[in-house]
Every structure is written in structure tokens, then in C-alpha cells.
């Protein structure tokens, strides 16, 4: 079992920037690729930004050039970078690991973009 943990979420005014963090409580069988999604109200999940265990990135329409996805292996932890924030990105944003067809799934970490 892996337990993902994010933090980072909050309110910010548009044009703003905040970092979302997801801790893994362990990484399995060197496995480290995960990725972010989000879900606005009354809206399906979508997936948002990718990286693989090699490092490559991919990120939806909606967000490149202004998201960033990283991590740290040795801290088990990826991190979304968020710039220049739209009132659209609102929404909860989920950690998703999914080693091996298993699939784990954060909390989710709340963003609000508003003034």
C-alpha cells in the first residue's frame, strides 16, 4: 500500500503562483513516475501534468507554459508548480501513483483562484 499525501493548495488571487507538494510514504520497485489531476465543481477529473520515472513531462493544453511538474527522489515527493493562475484552474488537485496497475490516489489539496 501507498499512502499519498498533498499540501500546498489555498486561496490566490489571479495571475498568482502556488507550489502543491504529494509525499509517497514509500516508492515501489523504482517506479517514480506520477502525475497530477484536477477536478473542478460539477466537472470530470482531468489529468494535468506527467512525469515518468525517466523524467519526461507532459502537461494538458490548459496549462503549459504556466505549470510545472518535478520531484524529489529522494524524498519520495512531486511538486506542482503554478504560475500565472486563471479564476478556470480552480478546483481539488489529486496526487495519482500508479506502479505495476495498481493506482493510488491522494486526498486532494484545494485551489481557489479568485480576487
Known amino acids: 500500500q501507498v499512502r499519498l499525501v498533498e499540501s500546498g493548495g489555498g486561496l490566490v488571487q489571479p495571475g498568482g503562483s502556488l507550489r502543491l507538494s504529494c509525499a509517497a510514504s514509500?516508492?515501489?520497485?523504482?517506479?517514480?513516475?506520477m502525475a497530477w489531476h484536477r477536478q473542478a465543481p460539477g466537472k470530470q477529473r482531468e489529468e494535468v501534468a506527467v512525469?515518468?520515472?525517466?523524467?519526461?513531462?507532459r502537461y494538458a493544453d490548459s496549462v503549459k507554459g504556466r505549470f510545472t511538474i518535478s520531484r524529489d527522489n529522494a524524498k519520495n515527493t512531486v511538486y506542482l508548480q503554478m504560475n500565472g493562475l486563471k479564476p478556470e484552474d480552480t478546483a481539488v488537485y489529486y496526487c495519482n501513483y500508479r506502479p505495476l496497475g495498481d493506482d493510488y490516489w491522494g486526498q486532494g489539496t484545494q485551489v481557489t483562484v479568485s480576487s
Open positions: 514509500r516508492i515501489i520497485r523504482g517506479i517514480y513516475g
Open positions: 512525469i515518468t520515472t525517466a523524467g519526461s513531462t
